[in-house]
């Protein structure tokens, strides 16, 4: 393995360009995650479509468009059955998938990319499928739109806390500009997020009140993991970006690499919530 790359400055010059995407994108999903329904098997169709593209291109890059079409079939599949109201079968068939996947890129003799494939589906597919369930279910808008407050709150929070603070590095062999003060602040952040969301939209349901800010603390953690995780995968597969995608964010990997791991942790306090525990 290489040695770590060393910390680069943040380039502010193409701060102004982040926040037009940002700007743009961010007002499109809110949108979609309000209105449900088709709205929102399009926006999470299209965003399989786009990262299964990304993925093939970082782990097959001799056949990465065959390799996307596996994965994206395979998760396509399980979200459309999850879509219809069979959340157990669009787990099943992600880890079907997976498993079809592998022998899938071991028949076409890829000898070293069939774990590369399955985890593909799974890396995919599992959060996918795990957001069609939240927002598929009848009280999901208030989940759907509190998962993305912290995501997007603990993504925010961690880049200005760290970079007004700075400090000891998170974890300098993988992600050498992250500070331990931004984690601490990115969290504290999807916390405050979480409590807003609660207090601006109290008919949307969503957690009760006591357990809002353990919601926050702990999706808030599993958002700065999927980021941590996305890291050592780049380092990997020996990529700065998963992709050129959005203009000043790279790829959409890079964008939503929190929200991946954020979603199957909501959608574990959803069911858990579902089964009358409170907390």
Same mark, same amino acid.
């Given at each position: 393995?290489?040695?770590?790359?060393?910390?680069?400055?943040?380039?502010?010059?193409?701060?102004?360009?982040?926040?037009?995407?940002?700007?743009?994108?961010?007002?499109?999903?809110?949108?979609?995650?309000?209105?449900?329904?088709? &709205?929102?098997? /399009? %926006?999470? !169709? =299209?965003?399989?479509?786009? +990262?299964?593209?990304? *993925?093939?291109?970082?782990?097959?890059?001799?056949?990465?468009?065959?390799?996307?079409?596996?994965? &994206?079939?395979? /998760? %396509?599949? !399980? =979200?459309?059955?999850?879509? +219809?109201?069979?959340? *157990?079968?669009?787990?099943?068939?992600?880890?079907?998938?997976?498993?079809?996947g592998a022998f899938i890129a071991l028949a076409r003799g890829k000898i070293d990319r069939p774990a590369d494939i399955a985890f593909g589906v799974l890396y995919v597919g599992a959060p996918s499928v795990a957001l069609m369930w939240l927002r598929g279910d009848a009280d999901g808008r208030g989940w759907t739109l509190m998962l993305i407050a912290i995501v997007w709150g603990a993504?925010?929070?961690?880049?200005?806390?760290?970079?007004?603070?700075?400090?000891?590095?998170?974890?300098?062999?993988?992600?050498?500009?992250?500070?331990?003060?931004?984690?601490?602040?990115?969290?504290?952040?999807?916390?405050?997020?979480?409590?807003?969301?609660?207090?601006?939209?109290?008919?949307?349901?969503?957690?009760?009140?006591?357990?809002?800010?353990?919601?926050?603390?702990?999706?808030?953690?599993?958002?700065?993991?999927?980021?941590?995780?996305?890291?050592?995968?780049?380092?990997?597969?020996?990529?700065?970006?998963?992709?050129?995608?959005?203009?000043?964010?790279?790829?959409?990997?890079?964008?939503?690499?929190?929200?991946?791991?954020?979603?199957?942790?909501?959608?574990?306090?959803?069911?858990?919530?579902?089964?009358?525990?409170?907390?």
């Amino acid at each position: 393995m290489t040695s770590s790359p060393p910390a680069k400055r943040f380039d502010w010059r193409n701060l102004g360009l982040r926040a037009i995407s940002a700007a743009i994108l961010a007002p499109v999903a809110v949108a979609c995650i309000w209105f449900g329904g088709w &709205a929102f098997l /399009v %926006l999470i !169709a =299209v965003a399989i479509a786009l +990262l299964t593209i990304e *993925w093939g291109e970082m782990a097959d890059p001799e056949t990465p468009v065959r390799a996307a079409a596996i994965i &994206a079939i395979a /998760v %396509l599949v !399980a =979200v459309f059955a999850t879509y +219809l109201g069979h959340p *157990w079968i669009g787990w099943t068939l992600v880890g079907v998938g997976a498993v079809t996947g592998a022998f899938i890129a071991l028949a076409r003799g890829k000898i070293d990319r069939p774990a590369d494939i399955a985890f593909g589906v799974l890396y995919v597919g599992a959060p996918s499928v795990a957001l069609m369930w939240l927002r598929g279910d009848a009280d999901g808008r208030g989940w759907t739109l509190m998962l993305i407050a912290i995501v997007w709150g603990a993504d925010i929070g961690a880049f200005l806390v760290g970079s007004a603070l700075k400090g000891p590095k998170l974890w300098p062999r993988f992600s050498p500009n992250k500070t331990w003060s931004g984690f601490v602040g990115g969290l504290l952040v999807g916390i405050v997020a979480a409590e807003a969301i609660a207090l601006l939209l109290p008919h949307e349901a969503g957690p009760g009140p006591r357990a809002t800010a353990a919601v926050g603390l702990a999706a808030g953690l599993a958002a700065m993991g999927g980021d941590l995780w996305e890291s050592m995968l780049k380092r990997r597969f020996g990529v700065k970006d998963s992709g050129s995608l959005i203009p000043g964010h790279g790829g959409l990997l890079d964008r939503v690499d929190g929200l991946m791991f954020g979603a199957l942790v909501m959608a574990l306090a959803r069911w858990i919530w579902s089964l009358g525990v409170g907390f």
